[in-house]
């Protein structure tokens, strides 16, 4: 065999282990941007229980006269504030990732204040429809702190496999980008303090 056809042979299994090699890497990459896209709907789909809840709360609330207005009207504003953030999965950035996390923080912060209200209302507490929404709202922020965690982790995920050799050739033909993390901030990867103290009457 002269060195003209080696150069050839060499040349077409060089081709054919590429093509192979972008073909397994065009399919992982599919699988694992998908993955992004599932663990951010399980991310909104925690958020949305938690928003779920609101309207008993807020009528449970509205029970007692005496309630300190403003602080529920911060309650319902900023969960009707929450509601017109809409995200394209397939489509996240910085922005809208941003613009997600404030308006559910108002909500977190507004949640967290009529708790801390509530404390003044020993009738309230004593209340067991207004003390199982505390223990619902609770498990809803600790089930928001834990899928945030899972997103970043699989857009962490993502976005290492996309960029290393060689399969950054790849990611830039069939154009993967690196997704976005949830921008947290300081204390956001734990459950927010909401003052619910279930031990007190």
């Known amino acids: 065999m002269n060195s003209g056809k080696i150069i050839m042979w060499a040349f077409v299994a060089f081709i054919a282990i590429a093509l192979m090699n972008g073909c397994s890497s065009y399919n992982s990459m599919v699988k694992k941007n998908e993955g992004v896209t599932s663990q951010w709907q399980q991310v909104e789909?925690?958020?949305?229980?938690?928003?779920?809840?609101?309207?008993?709360?807020?009528?449970?609330?509205?029970?007692?006269?005496?309630?300190?207005?403003?602080?529920?009207?911060?309650?319902?504003?900023a969960r009707a504030n929450a509601t017109k953030i809409t995200i394209d999965a397939s489509k996240l950035d910085a922005e809208q990732l941003?613009?997600?996390?404030?308006?559910?923080?108002s909500l977190t912060s507004a949640l967290s204040k009529l708790m801390v209200v509530s404390e003044q209302y020993p009738d309230l507490k004593a209340n067991q429809g207004f003390g199982d929404l505390r223990v619902e709202l609770s498990n809803s922020e600790n089930k928001i702190a834990n899928e945030r965690k899972k997103f970043?982790?699989?857009?962490?995920?993502?976005?290492?496999?996309?960029?290393?050799?060689?399969?950054?050739?790849?990611?830039?033909?069939?154009?993967?980008?690196k997704r976005e993390y949830f921008k947290m901030q300081e204390g956001a990867d734990k459950a927010p303090d909401v003052k619910f103290d279930f031990n007190k009457k």
């Open 98 to 105: 941003q613009k997600f996390e404030q308006a559910q923080g």
């Open 152 to 177: 970043n982790d699989v857009v962490q995920e993502y976005n290492t496999f996309i960029q290393l050799f060689p399969r950054n050739i790849w990611s830039g033909i069939f154009h993967f980008e």
């Open 45 to 77: 789909n925690v958020y949305q229980r938690r928003m779920d809840l609101i309207p008993n709360l807020v009528s449970t609330v509205q029970g007692y006269a005496d309630f300190e207005k403003s602080t529920l009207e911060a309650v319902i504003n």
